[in-house]
């Protein structure tokens, strides 16, 4: 680190000029990777319900239907003649578009009563779209506003959940472009309050964009490879600003000590990449390591946000470590801090940390037992956690295809485009088993929750024949053998326990062999293969923190005693999610619904990089009191001084970036908020009960204990250990 110091202290014009033309690059490839950013379903390739959906398609040209036309009659019922010959009409033309694979409605069953509302005033146009869902979204786009109509004889709306979850991804992009024009402003009035120097503000901003540019640059790269999830976007925004401010800030603030210490530009520039720059890389490491523990989920929903994280860190450290120690060569004390300005700080703060960490050491149980009596309160709602499937309540009410979502469940008695599609692809004349499928059938409709099973034998409705066999059944039958059936569940029962219904349909005793698919299917492995994969992306995440946490401070018990400290934060702020979007607390005010559960993809995005920052902050925690440590080898003077040197500034990051997190918790997706509110919380916990309280606290009790380690292994952090003194303990 210090030869890159002299090296980017005698080049420093040449890295400014290069910087500023790789800055223009990546913003030009960044802002082509917006458009290349694809949508997903929740899928498990390889999954029971992954392979019935392939061999709905391959053999039968089918699919659960992902665009539902909801046809009101303005006057009478949905069964008179001229509405009946209106539906039909729209139901051939909306077959007819190149996206749809197949459609069929109300009119074409013969009177379904799963497509009919209770007082007969509605019905349903149901279609599956041909193409991968980011083809069939975008389908979607053209299709959705062309089809809400209102004649005079019919009103026409447009769902499905395809169309929610393309509106979700269109108002996410809004809440990406609305959250820039707060994050940006806001965060540069705060660092000027920090700063008071509009140069050092400008480097600060500049090396957050210059992150989050170069992340949607390195994003638009992997596109050809592989899918990435338009939601990254959103991270990408949040935390390259937030960990290219975080990081500028250390280096910012040690290049002015350097300065204030009487050393020249150019030593100050070298002191500080060798120093704070070291803390910088091997927090970014940290970081990077938390957020790459998503590829351990085999989802591109979750490695998009790994590829994000990943990238997001490169970027911010060759920002913070390379491109702006080259300003702070050019620009020299122009970045130091106004002597006025230094003068009034330095009658106003100093020993404020130092006298502060003293006190609290003093009385250690106190201290420790009020702030986790204080943390355990707030954590306690995560007793009450449930898992559930993510449905139309991601939505605000006013969205259209929410809106058709609530009509649904209020006026049918069934959810088809709910519906579990039963395949057995391998039955080789399925008219020779008319009666054995009907049987089955019949056993599947006595299901508690399932409204209706259609199949080739016919429409059943529990236990007995609801539907006579017509020509409309004849399409359960592939036309080189093969059969399906489609399970119809109740609205409430499916909103309720889909797991639940999903796992005894596939129970029931079948004929044949059998895949078990359909939308909720699809959710329910997609949720349980997500659990499945918790533990060992925990165990990951705990070793890799743990080991890198012991190469910088050289002991065994401070990883320890942070990895429990950052399990605290975190419960905190799965408390939070409980409390306010399971529970519903605060629903009015953030303006969703709850939906009594928590779909868990987002708390497992949210714990990694929680997890990741919260060592970031630890790291440059403890390097500065390692430092400290190393100087004078007094534990309490280490913690105060340690603490005196990094409390504000780690206090000051902290409020930076969860402001930045903020700017999501009053976006339109739930999926955002969940992660405005949350991040927020467990940032602003972290830096204060966590950092300031029980950092020293467990410091104090711990002793000389902090610093034991077995000789074998001190031979290892001899070796390979790192500190911001660069000196092994």
């Known amino acids: 680190m210090t030869r890159l110091g002299k090296f980017i202290a005698k080049s420093k014009r040449t890295i400014v000029v290069v910087s500023i033309v790789q ?13 290349q950013l694809s949508l997903s379903r929740w899928e498990v390739p390889g999954s029971e319900s992954y392979e019935a959906g392939r061999w709905l398609e391959r053999q039968f040209d ?22 009946r010959e209106a539906g039909l009409a729209l139901t051939a033309e909306l077959a007819a578009e190149p996206a749809v694979r197949k459609a069929d409605s109300y009119w074409m069953r013969g009177g379904s009563p799963t497509l009919r509302s209770e007082d007969g005033r509605q019905a349903l146009i149901l279609a599956a779209l041909s193409g991968t869902v980011t083809e069939a979204r975008t389908a979607l786009g053209e299709l959705s506003p062309r089809y809400m109509r209102d004649d005079g004889l019919l009103k026409v709306e447009v769902g499905g959940q395809d169309e929610i979850f393309r509106q979700a991804a269109e108002l996410a992009r809004r809440d990406f472009v609305r959250a820039e024009m707060i994050i940006l402003p806001g965060a540069a009035l705060l660092l000027f309050l920090v700063y008071r120097r509009f140069r050092a503000t400008a480097l600060t901003i500049g090396a957050g964009l210059y992150a989050m540019v170069g992340t949607l640059a390195g994003l638009a790269g992997i596109v050809a490879f592989t899918e990435v999830s338009t939601f990254a976007l959103n991270l990408a925004l949040v935390m390259g600003l937030g960990l290219g401010i975080d990081y500028s800030l250390f280096m910012i603030t040690r290049f002015r000590e350097e300065l204030a210490a009487g050393r020249t530009v150019e030593d100050a520039v070298i002191r500080s990449v060798s120093t704070a720059g070291r803390t910088v890389l091997f927090s970014g490491v940290t970081v990077a390591a938390a957020c790459a523990v998503l590829f351990v989920f085999p989802f591109p929903f979750l490695q998009s946000f790994a590829y994000t994280g990943v990238l997001v860190v490169l970027f911010g450290l060759i920002g913070s470590i390379i491109i702006l120690p080259a300003w702070f060569a050019v620009l020299g004390e122009r970045l130091a801090r106004r002597r006025k300005a230094a003068a009034a700080g330095a009658a106003a703060r100093p020993g404020r940390w130092r006298r502060y960490a003293m006190h609290v050491m003093k009385r250690p149980a106190l201290y420790g037992a009020s702030a986790a009596v204080v943390l355990l309160l707030l954590a ?5 956690l449930r898992f559930g499937l993510p449905d139309h309540r991601v939505l605000p009410a006013d969205t259209g295809s929410r809106i058709v979502e609530d009509q649904k469940n209020a006026n049918f008695i069934a959810e088809e485009t709910d519906a579990i599609q039963v395949v057995a692809p391998a039955v080789p004349n399925p008219a020779s088993l008319s009666e054995a499928i009907g049987e089955y059938a019949a056993r599947l409709s006595r299901i508690d929750g399932i409204v209706q099973v259609d199949s080739l034998a016919g429409s059943y409705a529990d236990g007995r024949p609801a539907i006579a066999p017509n020509g409309w059944h004849e399409r359960f039958a592939g036309s080189g053998g093969g059969t399906y059936l489609t399970v119809i569940p109740s609205g409430d029962a499916i909103g309720e326990r889909a797991s639940e219904i999903v796992r005894e349909v596939r129970a029931v005793e079948a004929p044949f062999d059998v895949l078990v698919g359909g939308y909720p299917a699809d959710l329910t492995d997609f949720r349980d293969a997500l659990l499945d994969r918790v533990p060992p992306a925990l165990m990951l995440i705990f070793l890799v923190t743990f080991v890198l946490l012991f190469l910088m401070t050289g002991s065994l018990l401070i990883p320890f005693k942070a990895t429990v400290l950052n399990m605290l934060s975190l419960t905190i702020m799965f408390g939070a999610l409980v409390w306010v979007f399971q529970d519903g607390n605060l629903a009015g005010l953030l303006g969703f619904t709850p939906a009594g559960s928590i779909e868990p993809s987002i708390p497992i995005l949210m714990f990694c990089i929680a997890y990741g920052l919260s060592m970031d902050y630890e790291v440059f925690i403890l390097s500065r009191i390692k430092e400290e440590y190393d100087r004078s080898g007094n534990l309490e003077e280490a913690v105060a001084g340690g603490l005196q040197k990094s409390g504000s500034l780690v206090t000051t990051a902290a409020g930076i970036l969860a402001f930045t997190f903020a700017a999501y918790a009053f976006g339109d997706v739930v999926f955002l908020k969940m992660l405005g509110i949350g991040m927020t919380l467990a940032i602003l916990v972290d830096a204060t009960l966590i950092r300031a309280v029980l950092v020293p606290v467990f410091m ?19 070796r390979f250990g790192i500190s911001e003194s660069g000196a092994a303990v």
């Open 380 to 384: 306690s709602p995560v007793l009450n």
């Open 62 to 83: 089918a699919g659960s239907p992902n665009l539902v036309l909801l046809v009101t009659a303005k006057s009478g019922s949905v069964d008179d003649p001229a509405v």
């Open 23 to 35: 800055f223009v690059l990546l913003s030009v490839i960044g802002a082509g990777a917006v458009s």
């Open 700 to 718: 104090k009790l711990a002793g000389r204990a902090n610093w034991w380690l077995p000789k074998p292994l001190r031979a290892v952090h001899n």
